[in-house]
């Protein structure tokens, strides 16, 4: 089958069905890799909200400014 084929018949497919196969190749790639996607005993950093006050400040400001506005 001809990429071209595939790809119209992709687009008919429902979005369900496409996100399936979005995950179907990804899960494939992966498995293609030559070398691991994390490697064991090593640190990963992971973004938190946790002491982020000063984007919260941020965010109750934009907050206040709508209600004012609003108010008026």
């Known amino acids: 089958m001809l990429l071209a084929e595939l790809m119209s018949q992709i687009q008919?497919?429902?979005?369900?069905?496409k996100v399936r196969l979005m995950?179907?190749?990804a899960t494939e790639l992966m498995k293609e890799e030559d070398t691991n996607f994390f490697v064991a005993n090593q640190e990963y950093p992971v973004w938190?909200?946790?002491n982020c006050s000063e984007a919260a400040n941020v965010l109750?400001?934009?907050l206040e400014t709508k209600q004012r506005s609003q108010d008026d």
């Open 12 to 17: 008919t497919l429902p979005k369900l069905d």
């Open 23 to 25: 995950q179907f190749l």
């Open 48 to 50: 938190s909200p946790y």
């Open 60 to 62: 109750m400001n934009l």
